[in-house]
T-cell receptor, first 110, second 115 residues
């Protein structure tokens, strides 16, 4: 199972774009990259998932370089309510278990 | 779609008693369910994986006789913390996946406090 490495914490201000990078050097060929958001005392919430290049949805973008050894979650124009922990997970499509890394604590300031 | 309901959201129990936590997939068949625990300011730690109709597979260091997992149907998995002690106090989270989609959906979590 691919191990992920993320910055422990990041600070930002309201209205800014935030980019959180995740390293997954031993990602396997059939692994997907998924990002989750977790607020205190809540279960993780799916944000975005991708395999290669760029994926965009209504809340975020996910950039994956050609070697797929890293990925970057981009949150446009963050607000105070985006203060949370963001986890990057890597797993294949065979419904195998996910191990969580340390996650990145994003603190959005006014 | 892909909603997982977890119940109760919080529970307080006396030391030595047992507590059951339910995890239900509301709109899909959960072929595999996972149970995590999370201590304050820490990441989620995988405890066990359960497949419908099979015995759960526990991660190293997790006591299977203490944390009983049952996945008797495609929509329900339960975690029973037996003879609970204060050190079992934690946030327990389930997640589920099915054959209709790729990915994992998480429950809202259960805050267990053992006094």
């Amino acid at each position: 199972l691919a191990k992920t490495t993320q910055p422990i914490s990041m600070d930002s201000y309201e209205g800014q774009e935030v980019n959180i990078t995740c390293s997954h050097n031993n990602i396997a060929t059939n692994d997907y990259i998924t990002w989750y958001q977790q607020f205190p005392s809540q279960g993780p919430r799916f944000i975005i998932q991708g395999y290669k290049t760029k994926v965009t949805n209504e809340v975020a973008s996910l950039f994956i370089p050609a070697d797929r050894k890293s990925s970057t979650l981009s949150l446009p124009r963050v607000s105070l309510s985006d203060t949370a922990v963001y986890y990057c997970l890597v797993g294949d499509g065979n419904f195998n278990k996910f191990y969580f890394g340390s996650g990145t604590k994003l603190n959005v300031k006014p | 779609g892909a909603v997982v309901s977890q119940h109760p959201s919080w529970v307080i129990c006396k030391s030595g008693t047992s507590v059951k936590i339910e995890c239900r997939s509301l709109d899909f068949q959960a072929t595999t369910m996972f149970w995590y625990r999370q201590f304050p300011k820490q990441s989620l730690m995988l405890m066990a994986t359960s497949n419908e109709g099979s015995k759960a597979t526990y991660e190293q260091g997790v006591e299977k006789d203490k944390f009983l997992i049952n996945h008797a149907s495609l929509t329900l998995s339960t975690l029973t913390v037996t003879s609970a002690h204060p050190e079992d106090s934690s946030f327990y989270i389930c997640s589920a996946t099915g054959t209709e989609f790729y990915g994992y959906t998480f429950g809202s979590g259960t805050r267990l406090t053992v006094v």
